[in-house]
Structure formats: C-alpha cells, structure tokens
C-alpha cells in the first residue's frame, strides 16, 4: 500500500513555472515507480511521466516534452513535476500515481494521490 500527497499547485502565468511535489509513504518504496497524470477539463486523463527507483523521468507525452521533467528524491520520498513554459491548455487537476509495474497508460497506476489544482492564464 502507497500513499500519496501531493502540493504545489496554484495559479501560474502562461510562460511561468511551478514545480508539483509529492510526497509518498508506505513500504518498499523503492520497487514503484511513480508518475504523473493529469486531467484538464472535459478531457481524457493525461499520462505526463514516469520514474523508476534510479534513472530519469521517462515517456513524455509530445504535448510536455521539453517542459516538464519528472524527478525523484528517494531519501525525502518525494517525486516531482518541474513544469516550464506552462501555456493555459495545461490547466487540469495533476494527479501523482505510483505502480510496480512501469506503465504509460492512464489505467496502468494502482495507487493515485487527490490531486492538485494547476491553473494557467493567459
């Protein structure tokens, strides 16, 4: 079992940054991996990235890559969203998941945290 918390969100500008934390807590961490997915209003789920125990953030979806950056501070338990050059269609709620298994899929996440408002203006 994982828990996940996440914080950070808040209003933003377009062409602003805003760094997403999320902190997780249960046993043998370090055989999940932990990810981000987002959901923007009257859309599908977005998967965003994802991180292993050691290595980078993989498998940005074209509408983040360059922007974003998934990383991990495995002593703080704490995952990360760096998020760049943000524009207003990346307004949604910002999910941290965690799963065993390596996924890119929306649906391939066992254990998902609240979530965390970003909202981008124009």
């Known amino acids: 079992q994982v828990q996940l918390v996440e914080s950070g969100g808040g209003l933003v500008q377009a062409g602003g940054s805003l760094r997403l934390s999320c902190a997780a807590s249960?046993?043998?961490?370090?055989?999940?991996?932990l990810g981000w997915i987002r959901q923007a209003p009257g859309k599908e789920r977005e998967f965003l990235g994802t991180i292993g125990w050691s290595g980078p953030g993989v498998g940005y979806p074209d509408s983040v890559l360059g922007r974003f950056t998934v990383s991990r501070d495995n002593d703080r338990k704490t995952v990360y969203l760096q998020m760049n050059s943000l524009k207003p269609e990346d307004t949604a709620v910002y999910y941290c998941?965690?799963?065993?298994?390596?996924?890119?899929?929306?649906?391939?996440?066992?254990?998902w945290g609240q979530g965390t408002q970003v909202t981008v203006s124009s």
């Open positions: 998941v965690a799963d065993v298994n390596f996924s890119k899929s929306i649906h391939g996440y066992e254990f």
């Open positions: 249960g046993r043998a961490l370090n055989t999940y991996w």
